[in-house]
Every structure is written in C-alpha cells, then in structure tokens.
DNA sequence: CAAATTTACTTAACGCTGTAAATAATCCAA
DNA sequence: TTGGATTATTTACAGCGTTAAGTAAATTTG
C-alpha cells in the first residue's frame, strides 16, 4: 500500500513541523511566549490543526523533551572513547553542564518543567530516558569503584549526589540565580568548572586522575 | 496625623490580604493556577483593585519570594546553638531541604521560577537575601577550614558546589524527577538525606564530625 | 454646612490563551 | 461520479493580564 505509506509520511512531517515550529518559538522568546496559535501561525495551520497532531499542548512537550535527550545522547557519543573511569566521569559532568548552559530550553523540559513529567504519569509508563541517564551514571561510578578510582559506597546515593550537583549548577545558572551573585557575567562558567574539579578530586581517592 | 496613619494601615492589610490569597492559591492549585482574578474573588475586590497595591503580577510574586526567605530565616535560628561548624553545615543542610521539600511552592519561588529575579533586575538592585543566604554557608566553611574540619579550598567555590547539591536534590524532588527513579515514594526523603550524608562524610578530614 | 477635590473601587474593554464542537473542504475507493 | 472517510477550518467558550474610563464615597476646603 504505497498510498497509505505516503500518507504516514505526510502526517509524520506534519508532526514534525508542529515541532520545529514549538522549538523555533520556546528558544526565541522563552516558555511562557509558546502558544498553539503561534506555532499555528509559524507552520500556516489553523490553531485547532494542531490537535489532529497532538492531543495536546503538554504532548507537544513531552516530545521535545524526548528530542532534547536524543541530542544529549549525541553528545555523549564521545564518552566511549575514554578508558578511565574517573575521566569519563568528569567529561560528563562537563558535556551535561555544557548542554544545559547552551541549550537551556530543552533542559528546561528535560529537568524542570513538570508538563513533561505529568505527560508521563497520564501514559502510565516511567522515565524511560531520565533512567537510562541515571543508569550510565551509576555503571560508571561501579567501574570506578571496581577498579579502585573512588571510594565504595552506594552507588545509588553517589548517582544521586553526582547528579544533583550537576544539575543544581544548570539551573541556577540559568534560572539567574547566579548572575546575583557571581559578578562578572563571564566568570559563572567558570567558576561552575571548578565546582566539577572539586567534585572529581574529592571523589578520586588514588590521584590517578588528578588535574 | 491619626488618620493618615490608620489609612496607611488599612493599605498594608489589604496588601497582606492579596499575598494571602496568592499563596492559598499558589500552594492548593500550583503556579500556573494563580491568577489575579481568582485571587480578587478571595479577597472580594474587582480584579483592577490589585493593580492599586501592586504594579503588577510579578510584583506579587517577588514579594512571596521575599516572604519565603524570612520563614527559612526563622526555620534556621536554631543553627546558631550549634558550635560544631561541620555539624551546623550539616543543620543547615537538612534544613534547607527540609524547607523545600515542606513549602515547595515558596522555594519555587525563591530558586527556581524567574519572575522574581525579573523584578529584581528590573528595580536595579541585587539579591539581598540569596546573597545572605550563601553568605552564611560560606562563613561556616571558612569557619570548618579555620578550625581543620574541612580541606582548604576556595569557599567560593565550595559553597556553589554544596548549593548547587542541595538544591539539586530539593528541586529534582519537587519536580517529580526522582519518583520515575526511585521505586518507593517514601523512599524519596531518605535517599536524598543519604546524599547529605554523603557530602558532609566526604568533606570532612577530621573524624571529628563523623556519623 | 455645602462645594470641590481626592481616594478607593468597579465596569467595560482589548488582545491574548487552550481547546471543543460543528462545519467545510479534500481525498480515495467503488 | 458518487459516497464515505480523512483533514482542515470556522466558530465559540471560558479564561487570562492589564489599561482606560467611569462612579461613588470620603475627605478637605471655603
């Protein structure tokens, strides 16, 4: 059925434009200047189109939170070169660090909006990326551990430090909470790295992966 | 001037009672459920009446903002009975998550929503209350360092990296990112106090303060 | 005490918002 | 070509923050 395969392809596409045009919106003029009738505007739909696509606004959400965690795993390609356990460690903290300051919108809607999350909830289903982070975290603090890098201890519980730390540092800092305090505007990055430096030395009990 | 005094009176209670009928409906309805009309319907004005007492929505806002800092400023009275500045720092801890996590919707508005600091850049002036806040912590640091609790390092540095801990663990909890994560919903609280211990355990170098 | 003025408040309105229901246009198979 | 399904639009509702104009009460002034 050749026909209906295109007519899939269509719908896909329409989809797909209804999120470019949400992203276009959410990252030139913030979360609050998002509205159905913009995006409607943006990809010269009537407003009520859009729900032929999306059951609702939160759905619109939820999937560009998913798209945010596709373009994090991206990044993160390049943690499977690294050996070191400890390095690797660091180079996430900085690759997370580096994609929420640049992409605060998506981070937004993968850390801190609650729309997503209640998209989630109403599905039934978990977080099935929000885990999968979680857990590449805390299989590289075991090998850490394993092989002597940083003290043994729940592994949940570092994950869960670790990961709080991290994104404690994002969103402050993009929810101006830091510009008050830290001067110069130009120092808050970093002065966030050496919050990670402190963090991995004070993890690293062998000096293998000093600075 | 009797009269001019009992007006001015009259002014400042109608002003707590919009800030009360805001944070009612702030804490029973969230955030995005807050709105001036329903806020006039409590207090049995005309919604234009609050724009009399406040410039604007925002102005509401900063001012819970301020309101929430002065009742964790109370919560933390009990901080100065501590002498042990590692003991206090973990006081101080416990109880900043303890705030978050029992009045999310004032933390809501003092570290994460960005309505208020819009209003602060916009009267020009800076983060007097954050910036006593962290204050406080980084004179307990400097305090543990002094004293040899604590490994010399910049307290700059090391307040943000234990703020930015804290208020990870608060706002990932708050934002119902750890409930996908961890099983039980009673766990939660426990888990993140684990973390606090975690911190406080690896900071400390003397012993003196261990579990 | 009456008139003028200030104060406190409300009504009406503008231009937005998300979304549901009814209607119209388009497409494809028989 | 006609009829049913799909897709899109129009219309409508109830809500939003906020401004401008209008009103009534309180206060000050003559």
New interface residues.
């Given amino acids: 059925m050749g026909i209906a395969e295109r007519k899939e392809k269509q719908k896909l596409e329409i989809r797909k434009m209804i999120l470019e045009a949400s992203m276009q919106l959410f990252v030139e003029e913030g979360f609050n200047n998002v509205s159905i009738r913009r995006i409607a505007d943006i990809i010269e739909y009537s407003p009520t189109t859009i729900y032929l696509y999306f059951k609702d606004k939160d759905e619109i959400f939820f999937n560009l939170h998913e798209i945010g965690f596709q373009k994090m795993l991206e990044m993160n390609k390049e943690l499977d070169d690294i050996q070191n356990p400890l390095l690797r460690l660091r180079k996430m903290g900085e690759n997370y660090i580096r994609f929420g300051m640049e992409n605060p919108e998506y981070y937004d809607l993968m850390?801190?909006?609650?729309e997503p999350?209640?998209k989630?909830t109403e599905m039934g289903c978990?977080?099935k990326n929000?885990?999968a982070a979680?857990t590449r975290l805390r299989d590289t603090l075991i090998e850490a551990m394993e092989k002597g890098y940083i003290a043994q201890?729940?592994p949940?519980?570092?994950s869960?430090?670790i990961?709080?730390?991290?994104?404690?540092?994002v969103?402050?800092a993009t929810?101006?909470?830091?510009?008050?305090?830290v001067p110069e505007k130009g120092q808050i990055l970093p002065?966030?790295m050496?919050?990670v430096d402190?963090?991995v030395k004070?993890?690293d009990i062998s000096g293998k992966a000093a600075l």
Same sequence: chains 1, 2.
């Fill in positions: 850390f801190i909006q609650r999350m209640k989630l978990d977080w929000g885990d979680l201890t729940d949940i519980v570092l869960l430090s990961w709080s730390m991290v994104h404690g540092l969103s402050l929810r101006e909470r830091l510009e008050k305090l002065v966030i050496q919050s402190w963090l004070s993890l």
